[in-house]
């Protein structure tokens, strides 16, 4: 198929900032454009110019178009993006493209190609709640005149169970199935033995509780049988200090790790071989880090606040609790194989391939 991708976020903004990468390779979007294209489909993906990486052009295997964005006081480029010429593009393009797939419901460029290209659209919706934007007026009113009235005809995806319930009383449209993000199972590959460690791959932000994450790893190192562990925690941000500072105050120095930025590619055997990903956070949608450890065979230790952790509670893919410590820690430990073996029975599910073939299917109507 000929697939034209709306997703002008590319990447998670920090307070409101948008972060310059060498590269966006490493973004979800790139990764599922490349699942299309391995499964022989032609791409093009559209994106806010905001967003644009510090190395251009870009040497990928599909076409992206980057475009300027309106009145970004209004419409603040890393929440609501309101693209400049997108109309006019998809007006020109019309007969260039079998499928348009738009990600998020609530969003101008939904609003811009259900005017244009309706008969060719997919809906690809994350966020299960009202976005808090002017105190959430904006999604109310959106949702109930926009998805009630102009997108109504339009088949809408949900990336999670809670994102499938918020839609339900809007959209009347809605696609059965539920299917998250997917993970390049070319960088993400199963290692042949695990390692004594735990991972967390995570921006070092307050709203991730990596310093909660580390209390609860310092009292599981206590346990003698579980002293050789460590744990390895994968990013860069603003809570660095205080985290040194704390695995200083814990005594952990010779435990915990603070690897620092790696790519994909970099993280992806560290991953691997770890007994298991730790996620603790206090706000998130769908975690991109989730799939990634599935389609790599790592377990998961999460709490339920990510939309995402159905998945992983459904089909024992690792441990979903609240407030987990440190019984939750030796579960993961001793089950590796079990948790780690379902993980193989549905990579296929998670990957990148999977979930464009999935898509693919759902536009055509096939069960």
Not at 14 to 19: K, Q
Not at 59 to 85: A, N, Q, T
Not at 176 to 183: L, Q, S
Not at 233 to 239: D, K, L, Q, R, S
């Amino acid at each position: 198929m000929r697939v034209l991708i709306l997703n002008f976020i590319i990447s998670t903004a920090v307070d409101g900032r948008i972060i310059s990468r060498p590269t966006n390779r490493d973004s979800m979007i790139y990764n599922l454009a490349r699942g299309f294209v391995d499964n022989g489909d032609e791409v093009t993906l559209c994106a806010a110019e905001d967003f644009k990486p510090l190395t251009m052009p870009e040497d990928e295997p599909f076409e992206i178009v980057y475009f300027p964005l309106r009145w970004k006081r209004l419409f603040k480029p890393h929440l609501l993006p309101y693209p400049k010429g997108l109309g006019r593009y998809l007006r020109r393009h019309r007969s260039d493209f079998d499928m348009v797939l738009s990600v998020e419901a609530f969003a101008m460029p939904t609003l811009i190609a259900a005017l244009n290209v309706r008969n060719k659209m997919l809906i690809w919706h994350e966020m299960a709640f009202h976005q808090r934007l002017m105190a959430k007026i904006p999604s109310k009113l959106w949702h109930n005149l926009v998805g009630r009235f102009i997108v109504r005809r339009i088949p809408v995806l949900t990336q999670s169970e809670a994102a499938h319930k918020f839609c339900a009383p809007y959209y009347k449209n809605m696609v059965e199935d539920v299917m998250g993000h997917g993970a390049n199972e070319d960088v993400f590959a199963v290692a042949n033995d695990s390692e004594d460690y735990f991972v967390v791959m995570s921006m070092l932000v307050y709203r991730k509780r990596i310093d909660e994450i580390i209390r609860r790893f310092a009292e599981f190192v206590k346990i003698p049988k579980y002293s050789n562990y460590k744990l390895r925690i994968v990013g860069e941000g603003p809570e660095k200090e205080a985290l040194e500072k704390l695995i200083e105050e814990l005594g952990v120095e010779a435990n915990v790790c603070l690897e620092g930025f790696m790519n994909h590619r970099e993280y992806a055997h560290l991953g691997a071989r770890a007994k298991g990903l730790l996620i603790r956070t206090r706000q998130d949608n769908n975690m991109v880090t989730v799939p990634e450890a599935i389609v790599a065979g790592t377990p998961i230790l999460m709490n339920t606040v990510p939309n995402n952790h159905t998945f992983v509670r459904d089909l024992e893919l690792g441990i979903v609790k609240d407030d987990w410590g440190v019984d939750e820690l030796v579960r993961m430990a001793e089950n590796y194989d079990r948790f780690h073996s379902n993980c193989l029975a549905y990579r296929t599910r998670f990957t990148t391939r999977g979930v464009a073939s999935r898509l693919t299917e759902i536009f055509r109507g096939e069960n």
